[in-house]
């Protein structure tokens, strides 16, 4: 019974420490993917928006793209996927 609880509790642990990550391919202008990259980034707590702007058009901003050729959203769980503070960040490439 203690192993059976043992085992239960490092699980329980392990879930709640990771970190996940995944990335999500975005329809963009082109599709070609361009010499520049651009990223912006927002985060939530709960679905509701904390700090940031992470946006299509910012993320061109911050690359300093003007015709974008491909969009990537990547979908950030820093701490767990149990608690509800996810980062999104855009990646745009482009010219």
Do not use: H
């Not at 927002?42 to 910012?58: C, D, N, S, Y």
């Amino acid at each position: 019974m203690k192993k059976i609880a043992l085992v239960l509790f490092v699980v329980l642990a392990a879930i709640l420490i990771a970190s996940c990550s995944t990335v999500v391919p975005v329809a963009g202008a082109s599709g070609v993917v361009g010499r520049k990259t651009g990223e912006a980034s927002q985060a939530f707590v709960f679905a509701f928006p904390l700090k940031g702007e992470g946006g299509i058009a910012q993320a061109a901003k911050n690359g300093g793209i003007t015709k974008v050729g491909t969009v990537d959203v990547k979908v950030n769980w820093p701490a767990s996927p149990v608690i509800p503070y996810v980062v999104i960040t855009t990646v745009v490439t482009g010219e």
